[in-house]
């Protein structure tokens, strides 16, 4: 008996790295599954291809579970119905969608084309539409459905050269949340996660010294793609029938909930008076300049940095 049993979920980007996994690991635990995968390149360069999409739901069917395969693209709202037409064709229904295809196009904002940016918003911001709208309706009226969306650090602290990755995972983010609020009284669940693991995203980082190479190694060995999609896989069973709306975060055996944004000071002048520029500048920004965000990443709960400042001095 699994979490998933009597469940079909369509896995997106499973061909490879985090999306594999949870597509194994739904189907492990009883889901019949949908493998979506272009079979393209990091970059989003060439026409991809059938066989990883394929080669997993081939593996899944060899231990004893079903599945079908998929390599159409998620930046086509027309490939997307197909996949839902076709996970009702092959299974009857479908109940949950976890979303981990993308691609990344690293490069400084002030170098960065056109085509880099429109190719990634394309993938993840368009492609994070096209999953849900093309799904949404069906869950509604079946009242029941869970999205699984990925976002990534990359938005919510920041990372240098990934300025359209980074806008695209934040507009995710935003996404899920109103996705939760309009879908909470149709039984409808969304939440978003931000994964650390080493999958060939992580791969195509530069090494740039031999620490660098050494870290690679550690990570290989203890931030594993499993991990991440065993936490999707939990997250759109009924299991979790009382979680949505939140972004998570999850490296190694880390399990994180990061806070949303919400107001950490507030600078109000007295009823009939008005901020001025002068005032804004003299009396406003010094009194919220304490609560800034400085420009470095925040470290990750439960990482060496994270534990040297917890330490007392």
């Not at 159409?72 to 997307?80: F, G, I, L, Q, R």
């Not at 993938?123 to 999205?147: K, L, P, W």
């Not at 520029?277 to 439960?302: C, Q, Y």
Request: with cysteine; hydrophobic share 40%.
């Amino acid at each position: 008996m699994g979490v998933l049993d009597g469940k079909v979920v369509l896995v997106t980007g499973g061909g490879n790295g985090i999306g594999r996994d949870c597509a194994l690991i739904a189907a492990q635990q009883g889901a019949k599954v949908v493998v979506n995968d272009l079979g393209g390149s990091l970059k989003g360069e060439d026409e991809g291809s059938a066989g990883p999409a394929e080669a997993v739901a081939q593996e899944i069917r060899a231990a004893g579970g079903e599945a079908v395969s998929n390599s159409d693209s998620v930046t086509s709202y027309k490939a997307v119905q197909g996949m839902v037409e076709q996970a009702m064709d092959s299974f009857g229904g479908l109940h949950a969608v976890i979303n981990p295809a993308g691609i990344l196009r690293d490069v400084m904002f002030h170098k960065m084309s056109e085509d880099d940016w429109d190719r990634v918003i394309d993938v993840h911001m368009r492609g994070s539409f096209n999953v849900c709208r093309a799904t949404i309706e069906h869950f509604r009226d079946q009242n029941d459905g869970a999205y699984m969306l990925y976002t990534s650090t990359s938005g919510l602290f920041g990372n240098i050269g990934q300025a359209n990755y980074g806008a695209a995972k934040m507009g995710i983010a935003g996404l899920s949340r109103i996705i939760a609020m309009e879908g909470a009284r149709n039984n409808v669940r969304s939440n978003c996660i931000a994964p650390v693991a080493w999958t060939r995203m992580t791969q195509s980082v530069p090494i740039k010294d031999e620490a660098a190479a050494a870290r690679r190694a550690v990570m290989a060995e203890k931030i594993r793609a499993d991990q991440p999609a065993r936490f999707s896989v939990a997250l759109v069973s009924p299991g979790a029938a009382n979680v949505s709306g939140q972004i998570f975060g999850v490296s190694g055996e880390n399990i994180m909930l990061y806070s949303q944004p919400r107001p950490i000071e507030t600078c109000s002048k007295p009823e009939g008076e008005a901020w001025t520029v002068d005032t804004i500048l003299s009396e406003a920004v010094p009194k919220m300049a304490p609560k800034f965000f400085d420009l470095n990443r925040a470290p990750m709960a439960g990482s060496q940095q994270n534990q040297q400042q917890k330490q007392p001095a």
